[in-house]
Each structure stands twice: as C-alpha cells, then as structure tokens.
C-alpha cells in the first residue's frame, strides 16, 4: 500500500523558513524521481521542485535560490528546505514520486504553509 505523508507546515511570517518532510512506504523510494507540489488557494496543484534519481534537482524560477529538494533514500524521505519565505509561497504542499515525468495517483493530505505579516 502506498503512503506519502507530509509534515513540517506551519505559519511563518514573511523571512522565515521551514523544512518540509515527506516519508512514504509501498514504493522503491529510490527508483524514483520525487517532487513537491504546492496548491496555493484557488488554484491547481503544480510542481515547484523536483530531485532525480541522481540527486539532480529542478525549480520553479520563483523558488531558485530559495528553496533545496533533497533526498535520503535511507529513510525514504523527501525534504523541502525553505528560506526567505514570501507570502506567495503559501499553500498546501504535497510530495509525489513520478513515473515518465506525471505524478502517481496516489496524494498524501498535504501540510499547510501559511506566510504572513
């Protein structure tokens, strides 16, 4: 069965950071590519990061400088570190692994980022 739980949201004010933790189970973790997804009120959920295989990573332009995808294959995780947070960063955030460039099916309950004075 595969699960993909995320946690490490929060409410921060505009400047600060957090690290978003996504485990999951019922996949080779390792065999993947992974991504973070942000669904940020009225709108769809969209890729903003994602790490290879290999550990190389992409982002949003928005995100570059900003924000490190990492992953440890031991434990199964996927990381979100992110600094300088701005209030458009705000949203719910999800991980997922893809096959062929598309996200699985499978959506854990997201974890909430709320940036704000």
């Known amino acids: 069965q595969v699960q993909l739980v995320e946690s490490g949201g929060g409410s921060v004010q505009p400047g600060g950071s957090l690290r978003l933790s996504c485990t999951t189970s019922?996949?080779?973790?390792?065999?993947?590519?992974l991504g973070w997804y942000r669904q940020a009120p009225g709108q769809p959920r969209a890729l903003v990061a994602r790490?290879?295989?290999?550990?190389?990573?992409n982002y949003i332009n928005s995100m570059k400088g900003r924000f490190t995808i990492s992953r440890d294959n031991a434990k199964n995780t996927v990381y979100l570190e992110m600094n300088s947070l701005k209030p458009d960063d705000t949203g719910v955030y999800y991980c997922n692994y893809l096959v062929y460039d598309v996200p699985s099916n499978y959506w854990g309950q997201g974890t909430q980022v709320t940036v704000s004075s």
């Open positions: 019922g996949i080779s973790f390792e065999s993947y590519v």
């Open positions: 790490i290879s295989t290999f550990g190389v990573t």
